[in-house]
């Protein structure tokens, strides 16, 4: 399954002359893969904690349910069952009603127990968990406990308690949370209509939406911006959206730096790509290179264990 988010590979603008130039980074309408491409129908590999008798034993965490923001509905659940601690992070990135007060090994003891207890509950239903269903239900219904933390300490975490389509399943869920918070609709088909309502950004408005994707990004966890390779291409690409769309509106823009010098070199790169014109490939620049670096250089070392470059 391919994710793609805002990245250097995916991504389209506008540039000062008016024509679309497909060299230059900055970000377009999230495109996501049917969630059918994952696998098997059946239930989830046989990952989590177990009792002394080699059976999955969850344990209910102790966490809290956010109050519907209305985003809730593009996250559609098995009836019973809620996925508001999935919809906050579209208009709270930083709200943690499952994962506050938790290190983030902690994070994830709690998050396996979760989906294990979830996924349990729908097989007693007579219903047992699948990877393949309309609209991703059992995605948001298994996965529904969670919050954005949560969701980012199953990707980036090297324990081995979360199977490969779990991973996957975070990092769709967390693409749509950004998605929808950048004015982009990402849910049911039944239901597009509906967000333009509700989402109060125009996509087409390339400041609008870049600006709210740096802002929003600055949001998130700590943990998300230091492990997560992701957050470090979209947050820079979000800022090139904004900037690029100022200048050719003749709009100074603001200073959206992130803090981050690993975001603001590889900024320098997308620069630097769009001066250099479609004979180059980001890349073999050295900023691209050097942001890349950066960023290893500085995640937590129980993070590094597996990481690689993508150069």
């Known amino acids: 399954m ?11 603008t506008v540039n000062r002359t008016g024509t679309v130039k497909d060299s230059a980074p900055t970000i377009h309408a999230y495109v996501i893969q049917s969630y059918q491409d994952l696998g098997p129908v059946s239930g989830v590999e046989a990952t989590g904690t177990y009792d002394l008798f080699g059976n999955i034993a969850p344990i209910a965490a102790v966490f809290s349910v956010s109050e519907p923001n209305g985003y809730e509905i593009y996250m559609p659940v098995r009836p019973g069952y809620s996925s508001t601690n999935l919809s906050i992070a579209v208009t709270d990135p930083s709200a943690e009603p499952f994962s506050s007060g938790k290190t983030k090994s902690e994070v994830v003891d709690a998050a396996r127990k979760a989906i ?22 059992d995605w948001y219904t ?18 081995g308690f979360f199977s490969g ?3 996957e399943i975070a990092k769709s869920i967390m693409t749509q949370q950004q998605s929808l918070a950048m004015g982009m609709y990402h849910g049911p ?47 820079a690409a979000a800022q090139y959206l904004y900037e690029n769309a ?33 004979d180059h490939e980001l890349n073999y620049l050295p900023a691209y290179q050097k942001a890349w670096q950066m960023f290893v250089d500085q995640v937590p070392a129980e993070q590094t264990t597996s990481r690689t470059l993508f150069f």
């Open 2 to 12: 391919n994710i793609e988010g805002v990245s250097h590979s995916n991504i389209r």
């Open 116 to 137: 294990d207890a979830r996924i349990i509950s729908m097989a007693e239903s007579g219903k047992p968990f699948r990877t393949r269903t309309n609209e991703a239900v």
């Open 142 to 159: 298994a996965f529904g406990d969670l919050d954005r933390r949560a969701l980012s300490a199953i990707r980036t975490d090297e324990s």
């Open 165 to 167: 389509v779990e991973k």
């Open 189 to 235: 088909k039944r239901l597009a209509g509906t967000y333009a309502e509700i989402g109060g950004i125009d996509p087409s408005d390339h400041m609008a939406v870049g600006k709210a994707g740096a802002l929003w990004l600055d949001r998130v966890s700590e943990e998300e911006k230091t492990t997560l390779a992701d957050w470090m291409e979209q947050r």
């Open 246 to 278: 100022a200048q050719q509106s003749g709009i100074e823009p603001e200073d959206l730096s992130s803090g981050f010098k690993f975001v603001d070199m590889l900024l320098q790169a997308y620069l630097e790509l769009e001066q250099l014109g479609d």
